[in-house]
């Protein structure tokens, strides 16, 4: 099996989807394996999203990501990375497939509902840098 890193923005902690998304993500055979709700600094999220640095949506993305309590997740399956993926849906809900986490609460492309990881080396990272591995269960 394969562990990916999950993120519920605070768009979604805003309008209460919490439970409406574990609902989307356990039904898709996912399960979730760490969970905790925190709010992260504006340190934590620059050095979360540092790969997108130089891009020109990073410090709104920053502002965003710190806006509001965020649910993190490590999310366990066959093939979980790419499946979660599936499951959100393309970034932009514009372009997202039926059904999909952001087809279904994303508002933008920005306020986009979810984060999952996109490799497997992004996904040891993004696990190791959110959890202990005893809180992993
Ligand atoms: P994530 O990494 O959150 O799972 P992603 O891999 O689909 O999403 P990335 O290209 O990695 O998308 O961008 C990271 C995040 O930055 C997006 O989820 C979105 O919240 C934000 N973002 C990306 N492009 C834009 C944009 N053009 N304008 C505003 N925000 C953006
Ligand atoms: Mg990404």
């Given at each position: ?5 999950s993120?519920?923005k ?5 309008r ?10 356990e039904?898709?055979?996912l399960?979730i394996?760490a969970q ?9 999220a620059?050095?979360?999203?540092e790969?997108?640095?130089?891009r020109p ?8 990501m710190?806006s509001?309590p965020?649910v993190?997740?490590?999310?366990e399956?066959e093939n ?5 993926r599936?499951?959100?849906g393309a970034t932009?809900?514009?372009e997202?497939?039926?059904?999909t986490?952001r087809k279904?609460?994303a508002e ?10 996109d490799?497997p080396?992004a996904a040891?990272r993004?696990?190791a ?7 992993i269960?």
């Amino acid at each position: 099996v394969e562990r990916t890193f999950s993120i519920i923005k605070p768009d979604a902690t805003r309008r209460n989807l919490t439970g409406k998304i574990n609902a989307v993500i356990e039904g898709a055979g996912l399960r979730i394996v760490a969970q905790k709700r925190v709010r992260w600094t504006r340190a934590q999220a620059e050095k979360f999203y540092e790969e997108h640095k130089a891009r020109p949506f990073y410090g709104e993305l920053v502002d965003f990501m710190t806006s509001g309590p965020i649910v993190l997740q490590v999310l366990e399956g066959e093939n979980a990375i790419a499946k979660y993926r599936e499951v959100m849906g393309a970034t932009d809900p514009k372009e997202a497939a039926e059904g999909t986490v952001r087809k279904l609460f994303a508002e933008s492309k920005g306020s986009n509902s979810t984060h999952g990881s996109d490799s497997p080396a992004a996904a040891d990272r993004e696990i190791a840098l959110n959890f202990r591995l005893d809180e992993i269960v």
